[in-house]
């Protein structure tokens, strides 16, 4: 810290005598030509400055009035000035006025007086330095204060900036998702219609799939019916009454099949009850054979007693047998032997296994994949859709379907039902076929077009 004590005392011994004075008492002082003491005084070179009276007048006033006016704020320079004793001259005073901060000390003084006055100086200068420290410290605080509240201000700035942008993008999000839900709305009203449409199609070319056979039953009949009526040589009305029976019959599972498919279509209905699988089975072979085609064929069923009751709905399970009984027959039509074996076994508790095999060439490769898919056909004039219905009325039904080719050749189709719990009419099934005393029954028709009014 500068502790420098100029002096300035032209005239005789003073000079030298306020130099031993200071120094003697511990002061760093230093004598210095008026010039040097002003420039000193304004680069901050001196802590303080002792002047004679006379002194004062080699002073470059304007000068000093400069460097004194240029001090920074926290600075007023401490002089000390000996004077003589009595009034000041004008001129003195006036200078004394201008140097500002100024101690007098009379003359002649003693040692203490100089002393005290110099370190009062001392002391004062070194208060205004804190007094510089705490002004700059405050400054830098408010500088910081300042660059502190500039940056949080680009803070904020750049958050509203940010956030502005993230609600402008929330807006056209909102915008496209709204878009988008009415756009999968069209959609999917569009879809609606459309799966509307395509059920209608479905039902259209299933009703005109599965209304073939009985139509060609009741063709058959009425065609037995004329034929016997002319070439009899007698009427012989009961066959012919038996036959136009057969005929309405057939007719009205026609009506019956368009009813329940309509539900099955429309609503995905089904109306199961007990059935009794044998009695089922026989009627479905009945249709299934009775045209010219399935002459030759052999059919063997070799159904459990204990896989006889199943809840299903009859007239749709009819229509999965003779979709099944068709396809084995129209794939045997060059084979030399056509066999066509239906068996029927209780998987477990919930559940009756129904399997339909033929002595065909077996399913193709390239069919097998997709079997079930619609309009997989192989078939010149196959439409490709009785395994896709017929799995539909399975599954509809609580059960399931499958396709594989034998191990001897041909194929074989399996598919499961839902076994009718609770009292088990097993023993006293009323069935056109002889039941065995053992738990199986064998049953063995050779379809022949000639004893379909039987
Ligand atoms: N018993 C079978 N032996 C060999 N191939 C079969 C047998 N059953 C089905 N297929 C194959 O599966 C295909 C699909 O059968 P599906 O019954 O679905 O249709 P389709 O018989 O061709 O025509 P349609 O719709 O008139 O019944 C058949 O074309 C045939 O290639
Ligand atoms: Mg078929």
Redesign the pocket.
Known sequence: MNETVVTLAPGGRNQAVINEILTAGGFDCRNAAPEVLVDGLGKGHFATAVLTEEALHLLPIADLQNALAAQEAWSDFPFVVLVSKGDLSPATAAIIEALGNVAQVERPMRRGTLFGAVRSALRARQRQREARHFISAHADAECQLRVLAESLEARVLDRTRALSETNRRLKYEMAARREATDRMDAMQAELIHISRVSAMGAMASTLA?ELNQPLAAVMNYVVASRHLLETAPEPAPQRILAALDAAATNANEAAEIVRRLRDLVARGEVKRQREDLPALIEDALRLGLIDASSSGVECRLLLDVDASSVLVDKVQIQQVLV??I???V??MQYSPIKVIRINARRLDNKLIEVTVS?T?????AA?LAA?FSPF????RD???????ISRTIIEANGGSIT?ANGRDG??I?RFTLPRALGVHRDADTTSSMAPSPAKRRHFLATAAPGNLAN
């Open positions: 799939h979709n099944l068709r396809n084995s129209e794939a033929d065909g060439p077996g399913i193709d069919i079997i997989n056909t192989s078939k196959g439409l490709g859709i009785g395994l896709s396709g041909g194929a189709m």
